[in-house]
């Protein structure tokens, strides 16, 4: 399996996770890593900028991205 790699933007600290579970409890338990983070097949209903999303049928993180001319979801980066 894939390790999704997150940084604390405070300290640069890295963070890993494996699974959505394990995301959910990585950013749960750091108060500067607020994202939205939703599982399912289809996308969460008003995302708000930089939410995550576990697309369940193709196995991919998402981010819900700002283009600086659009939103939309792109494929997370996966180390």
Do not use: C, H
Request: proline letters at 5%.
């Amino acid at each position: 399996m894939n390790k999704i790699n997150f940084a604390d933007k405070n300290t640069g600290d890295k963070l890993l996770a494996q699974d959505v579970n394990e995301i959910k409890n990585t950013v749960n338990s750091n108060a500067d890593l607020t994202p939205g983070i939703e599982s399912g097949d289809t996308p969460p209903i008003n995302p708000s900028e930089n939410d995550l999303w576990y697309d369940t049928v193709y196995g991919k993180l998402r981010i819900y991205y700002n283009d600086g001319s659009s939103l939309q979801w792109v494929d997370a980066s996966i180390v």
